[in-house]
């Protein structure tokens, strides 16, 4: 069954920190680029990080730029995305999502329709 699952969403005050992880099942993510997106009330999804299938290239929005690291764990199965200094404008659930790229060619995209498979989402909530 192929499926992406992410966790490590929670309440945390202003100025923490959190780790989200986005799970490969039924496929091998090390072939994909993967995309972090997010969703806050009221708003539209907002694409927040991405990483290429290869040669580790990365791209942050602008709005999470020297707060958030994205980063992989091939031998996990893994992408992760590492936030910092929180605020409460990042509060939204978090969904990532993959994109099929092969072993060949570096792909990293920021436009969702590229993306294959997407996970539920986890819940980030800033709050004091």
């Known amino acids: 069954q192929v499926q992406l699952v992410e966790s490590g969403g929670d309440l945390v005050s202003p100025g923490g920190s959190l780790t989200l992880s986005c799970t490969a099942s039924?496929?091998?993510?090390?072939?994909?680029?993967v995309g972090w997106f997010r969703r806050a009330p009221g708003k539209e999804r907002e694409g927040v990080s991405y990483?290429?299938?290869?040669?580790?290239?990365?791209y942050y929005g602008d709005s999470v730029k020297e707060r958030f690291t994205i980063f992989r764990d091939n031998a996990k199965n893994r992408v992760y995305l590492q936030m910092n200094s929180l605020k409460p404008e990042d509060t939204a659930v978090y969904y990532c999502?993959?994109?099929?790229?092969?072993?060949?060619?570096?792909?990293?995209?920021?436009?969702?329709?590229?993306?294959?498979?997407w996970g539920e989402g986890t819940q980030v909530t800033v709050s004091s």
């Open positions: 990483i290429s299938n290869r040669d580790n290239g990365k």
């Open positions: 039924g496929f091998t993510l090390q072939y994909y680029a």
């Open positions: 999502a993959a994109d099929w790229a092969g072993d060949t060619t570096v792909v990293i995209t920021t436009n969702s329709n590229d993306y294959d498979f």
